[in-house]
C-alpha cells in the first residue's frame, strides 16, 4: 500500500520506523511544515519521500495524521474530501465544533478512521505490560 505521512515530529518519525517493517507498506510521502524536516525522516529510509503536505494526499491509499494537534481536524477533513482512509493521532481537535465538523466530513464520506489513541498511564494497561516484561503472560502473538 501506498501511504503518506503528515508530520515528522517525534511521533511521525516513531510511524515512519514502525511503517518501515511492514512488507506491505510499498511507499511512504512523508510531509511537513517545517522546512527539510520530512526529507530527513525519509532520508533513512528507502521506501520513503519527503513531500509537500499537499501532497501526502495525493495518490496513496492511506493517510496517517501525526502533525500538531490544532490541525489534524483541517487534515481530516482532507482525507475526508479526498475519500482516503485515516489514521488519526487524538485528538481530533481543540474544541467540540471542530470536532464535530472532522467527523461530519468523515462520515459524510465514509472513509474509514482509526484514532491513536494509547494508554499507557491507565493503571490496567500498566500492569498488563508489567506481566508481558516479566514473561508472565508467556509469549505474545
Known amino acids: 500500500m501506498r501511504l503518506g505521512l503528515i508530520g515528522a515530529g517525534r511521533i511521525g518519525s ?7 517493517g511492514l512488507s506491505e507498506v510499498e ?10 524536516r520530512a526529507e530527513q525522516v525519509a532520508s533513512d529510509f528507502a521506501f520513503a519521500n519527503g513531500v509537500a503536505v499537499k ?9 496517517i495524521i501525526a502533525s500538531s494537534t ?5 487534515f481530516l477533513i482532507q482525507a475526508a474530501q479526498t475519500g482516503i482512509t485515516a489514521f488519526c493521532q487524538k485528538p481530533i481537535a481543540l474544541d467540540l465544533e471542530s470536532t464535530r465538523r472532522a467527523v461530519a466530513a468523515a462520515d459524510g464520506a465514509g472513509i474509514p478512521v482509526q484514532m491513536g489513541f494509547q494508554r499507557r498511564y491507565d493503571p490496567a494497561m500498566r500492569a498488563i505490560r508489567q506481566q508481558v516484561a516479566s514473561g508472565e503472560l508467556g509469549t505474545p502473538y
Open 14 to 20: 516513531h510511524h515512519t520506523r514502525v511503517l518501515s
Open 27 to 36: 511507499s511512504l510521502r512523508i510531509a511537513d511544515v517545517v522546512p527539510g
Open 55 to 63: 501532497d501526502a494526499f495525493r495518490d496513496v491509499d492511506g493517510v
Open 70 to 74: 490544532d490541525t489534524h481536524a483541517r
